[in-house]
């Protein structure tokens, strides 16, 4: 456990030094990039779930609102509630330079890597509905646009014909 919580400090730290220079408060920035990579995260695997185990689900405005509450308030009260993070900072601070490139070097791919897979994830929830027929690609939502734009054809012709008009 101990370890794990290292590791979050870690990542907060790499955050930390990468948000200097930034209009907010380091300390700020780097728990917001904390929480949000949080919640990229659980969002990719709630997307898996879907795809992979029940593809029935569909979560809820509100199961996004929950985790990125959760995420954003577990990140503030364990870096910004009681300033946890500057002991281990001043600690990271202290580690070797080629510790610490190394530590970036981990830390920047495991960022990259859950936001391509987040992307991956939403590429699959779309190709499941494009062979599905199901959300945009459902035949009843095509056939609805093609009459709201025929709709909206109809009348930008007639206010060009108004305007030709002088009316």
């Given at each position: 456990?101990e370890k ?9 730290y790499?955050?930390?030094?990468h ?29 898996y ?24 308030l ?26 610490n490139k190394?530590?970036?070097?981990i ?21 499941r509905?494009?062979?599905?027929h199901?959300?945009?690609?459902s ?6 646009q ?14 060009m ?5 002088g009316?």
């Amino acid at each position: 456990m101990e370890k794990i919580k290292k590791a979050y400090y870690y990542f907060f730290y790499k955050l930390y030094k990468h948000s200097k220079g930034s209009i907010f408060p380091e300390d700020f920035t780097g728990s917001i990039f904390l929480g949000t990579l949080g919640i990229w995260f659980t969002i990719t695997l709630l997307n898996y779930y879907n795809i992979f185990i029940d593809k029935s689900i569909n979560f809820t405005k509100g199961v996004y609102i929950g985790i990125a509450v959760f995420f954003l308030l577990t990140s503030y009260i364990t870096i910004d509630y009681n300033n946890t993070w500057k002991k281990y900072n001043l600690e990271f601070d202290q580690l070797s330079k080629e510790k610490n490139k190394i530590g970036g070097i981990i830390v920047w791919s495991i960022i990259v890597l859950v936001i391509i897979n987040m992307i991956f994830s939403y590429y699959l929830l779309s190709e499941r509905a494009k062979s599905n027929h199901t959300g945009p690609y459902s035949r009843e939502y095509i056939e609805e646009q093609k009459i709201k734009d025929s709709l909206e054809n109809i009348r930008y012709k007639k206010r060009m014909e108004d305007i030709r008009q002088g009316k």
